[in-house]
């Protein structure tokens, strides 16, 4: 039973060489093959040698975006907008002097402001896929009584 036992290790530890030696094969032809270099698409299944563990996993960018010049900035880091909004606060009523807020929500149909546990459950409502998820393109009013 341990002579078996060695014949299979052995036969194993061939196996495990032999795939080594592919997969070495493999990432030398892909560290060769440099990215657009000759027009086509490189390869996205590995990039770079594995030293234990995942390899590298950087993906290049789809169809002709990488052959763009300038290359598109994501998020715009260095976008500093127009300014007019600086200084500016949203509307909080807490914030705000009470002669201000005296009629504030006076225009609504129930005479007051909304609470925010009163709008809360409209929004649960929408957001949660097992109530709202058939719904589309409707409008949901959350206005304090009707309106005319």
Do not use: W
Not at 71 to 91: E, I
Not at 122 to 127: E, K, T
Request: proline share 11%.
């Amino acid at each position: 039973m341990a002579a078996s036992k060695r014949t299979a290790t052995k036969a194993a530890r061939a196996t495990a060489g032999r795939q080594r030696a592919i997969q070495a094969a493999a990432e030398d032809h892909d560290e060769r093959k440099a990215p657009g270099k000759d027009g086509t698409q490189p390869s996205t299944r590995r990039t770079g040698k594995s030293k234990g563990g995942q390899p590298p996993q950087h993906q290049h960018k789809p169809g002709s975006e990488q052959l763009l010049d300038p290359r598109p900035q994501f998020l715009a880091p260095t976008y500093a907008g127009s300014g007019k909004l600086a200084g500016m606060t949203p509307l909080n009523p807490a914030d705000q002097p009470a002669e201000r807020m005296r009629d504030f929500g006076k225009s609504s149909a129930m005479g007051r402001p909304a609470q925010p546990e009163e709008l809360a459950p409209a929004y649960v409502f929408l957001a949660a896929p097992c109530c709202a998820s058939y719904i589309s393109g409707a409008v949901l009013p959350v206005m304090g009584g009707p309106t005319s």
